[in-house]
């Protein structure tokens, strides 16, 4: 940590300590102009449009016809068999290294502004990076091959090292070609037949309207691939990465968030080498304050079970899908502590916090005291304050919350969880910020719709205000220590080469998976 002239340790700014860390009092936003290609027709991703709701169309057909993603992996598989690739799946090339850092992005792939924000945050903090791991949906819509030009290699043509990654629901929606054509190298011909045990009507109805994926042309992917002369060639879809005193462990959850047997028998493979372990995967086991299972294809046995089992020596989860940041510091029964991070938020919209009921050890393994979120549940209540004006109540107001006033209203609705910032606490409430806090609370915090379960969707925004509440991870990795930071990226220009840091922990080794974590930054 930095040090002062008086040897003392300044605070770091962060939406923790400050409204300006926030983004609230930023003096003007971060210039994009150099960021996208010169010829790149600049465009907002938009969920209302109902070109991205087509194209992932396969979302809903998985689920109403039948999911074909375990039959499909199974292919992919066996196509990057046939190569002669190791099937252990596992990445050596950082293995003899004492140290190193890495980022994770979750769910990145949106290629509008809300993703090129966070680009220059990156840059500034980029010093030892080894390799970049993408969680969940590295293409938005539906993974596209065509999409990666300006999603994927021009974005983050300048990050050092390979860039390794796990497909989200999203990457499938394409039958994972682009994913498996850009990160793994695979070639579609050498798959098996494709099965087909559905019935005719299904069969029928499945061939109308299931979207196929795009050709991909030689001479396209040649000048996509230029853009990262370092490619990461990962074997397959779920892989492990071996560090020197630890294991990263990715799963594909697909579309409905399950494990096939094929893979989950390769996981407690995986799960019983000698080494302590990081999971990564596409949904969270632990988000909005509860717990979720992922379940293995075809079995009572659950994904969540291998981790928590103490004899596989897992330290951490971190997952995607959920566009914002969390952590709860989870105490299992033999006293070990799991850190289940969700890192959803390095492009696509930013999803709602404040829904995020109060932690309990009960409902989520840990409590109030112990759990972060980013952004704050205040600044969540006053970002979204003014979408739902903007919705709902035509600009004029009504429904929208100072951000001076929103972290007092939501310390109130948490029964006496004091707002982090001393400016904060003790702040009046307004009579219209109470009219609006009665307007807002009933309205969902999920949705129904033909596509998309999530109403924080319809609320997607890049704002040319500030602030984003994009966030990343860096993770660095020294003998027996394992520090972890979250960082904002907040579309401000002043955060853009000097980031908030929003959350900071340093965890170190007691014993064969058992881990004491301290909090660095409060």
Known sequence: MPSSDSGQTPPIESSRTSRGGAGWACKERADLSQAYRPDFERTQFSWINPKPLWDSRND???????????????????????????????????????????????????????????????????????????????????????????????????????????PGNHDWYDGLHGFMINLCDADPDLRPPQRRDRSRLKRVFFDLTWREASEAMQEELEEMHKLRPDPSNQPAPYFAIELKELLVVGIDTGIRGVVDDEQAEWLRRVSKLPKDKILMTGKPMVVDAGRKTTEISGTKETVNALVDDPAHRYIAVMGGDIHNYQ????????????????????GAYTKATHKIPKATVENCGCDEADFRCYPRRGDSLAAYSVLYDRKFGLGKGLFRI??????????????????????????????????????????PGQGIGPFHDNFSEFLDWNDPDPPLFKSFLKVDVRPGELEIRCYGATGCAEHADDPPLEDWIRGTRESEGRWKWDVLLD
């Open 327 to 346: 952590r709860y510091p989870v105490r299992n029964e033999d006293g070990r502590v799991v850190q289940h991070i969700v890192s959803g938020a390095a």
């Open 60 to 166: 809903r057909i998985a689920r109403w016809v039948g999911d074909s993603t375990d039959d499909e992996r199974k292919r992919w598989i066996e196509a990057q068999r046939r190569k002669g690739l190791d099937p252990s799946f596992t990445v050596t090339n950082f293995a003899d290294l004492d140290e190193l850092s890495f980022f994770v992005l979750g769910d990145p792939g949106e290629g509008d502004d809300s993703q090129y924000h966070v680009l220059g945050p990156l840059h500034a903090t980029k010093d030892g990076i080894a390799f970049t791991y993408i969680l969940s949906d590295v293409i938005y819509p539906a993974g596209d091959v065509h999409d990666y030009y300006d999603k994927f290699f021009w974005p983050y043509q300048k990050l050092p090292g390979p860039i390794y990654a796990i």
């Open 402 to 443: 100072p951000y001076e006033e929103a972290p007092e209203i939501m310390s109130r609705r948490l029964e006496g969880v004091d707002p982090s910032r001393e400016a904060d606490q003790g702040e009046k409430i307004s009579k219209q910020a109470r009219r609006a806090e009665r307007l807002i609370f009933p309205l």
